[in-house]
Antibody
Framework: QVQLQESGPGLVKPSETLSLTCTVS????????WSWIRQSPGKGLEWIGYIHNSGITNYNPSLKSRVTISIDTSKNQFSLKLTSVTAADTAVYYCARRAGYYDSNGYHGDLFDPWGQGTLVTVSS | SSDLTQDPAVSVALGQTIRITCQGD??????ASWYQQKPGQAPVLVNY???NRPSGIPDRFSGSRSGNTASLIITGAQAEDEAEYYCNSRDTSGNHLVFGGGTKLTVL
């Protein structure tokens, strides 16, 4: 079955760029949408954005000016870059596969499955 | 205001039924997906769409929708169901995805 694994620095300095990679194993990265989701300590889940291997992206409006999600189909990986980080960006970052839910009337929703285990990124000097 | 609203906390007696709700205007158009998260673990999809369960999810987890409210129903709650539950769907514009604030379920 498909498995996802996040990797990247666990500590980033304020004002610098957070960079994470998600490696997909057990299946091809093509033909699906791939997403980043984060969770600040003790808080709820926040959707960051997603990408399709065609290059289509969709970002959370609150983060859009600082976020770039890219994909490397040759490595079966996709990546997150978040610029100008502050302490508020300290969180566990998850990668997940996003799929659409369709019924006889067409598209009617989204789902995230599976998820990576998550990686904690702390923003601190 | 949040696009998807959940009660912060609910409780249920062991073996009883609990309904966890998620309210939002987008839910009149889009179905919700539901995630269970236990402390220190990644979220797990437990229900999505009209009422679909991924493989391996017990059939005591079911989903429904009425108007602008989606519900996750746990019939015969077990101790291992104690967790945080999040709904997900589209935002009010329909253009982006959003999570509800989460509901902490306590099994008494």
């Amino acid at each position: 079955q498909v498995q996802l694994q996040e990797s990247g620095p666990g500590l980033v300095k304020p004002s610098e760029t957070l960079s994470l990679t998600c490696t997909v194993s057990g299946g091809s990265i093509s033909s699906f949408y791939w997403s980043w989701i984060r969770q600040s300590p003790g808080k709820g889940l926040e959707w960051i954005g997603y990408i399709h291997n065609s290059g289509i992206t969709n970002y959370n409006p609150s983060l859009k000016s600082r976020v770039t999600i890219s994909i490397d189909t040759s490595k079966n990986q996709f990546s997150l870059k978040l610029t100008s980080v502050t302490a508020a960006d300290t969180a566990v970052y998850y990668c997940a596969r996003r799929a659409g839910y369709y019924d006889s009337n067409g598209y009617h929703g989204d789902l995230f499955d599976p998820w990576g285990q998550g990686t904690l990124v702390t923003v601190s000097s | 205001s949040s696009d998807l609203t959940q009660d912060p906390a609910v409780s249920v007696a062991l073996g009883q039924t609990i309904r966890i709700t998620c309210q939002g205007d987008s839910l009149t158009t889009y179905y919700a997906s539901w995630y269970q998260q236990k402390p220190g673990q990644a979220p797990v999809l437990v229900n999505y769409g009209k009422n679909n369960r991924p493989s391996g999810i017990p059939d005591r987890f079911s989903g429904s929708r009425s108007g602008n409210t989606a519900s996750l129903i746990i019939t015969g709650a077990q101790a291992e169901d104690e967790a945080e539950y999040y709904c997900n769907s589209r935002d009010t514009s329909g253009n982006h995805l959003v999570f509800g604030g989460g509901t902490k379920l306590t099994v008494l």
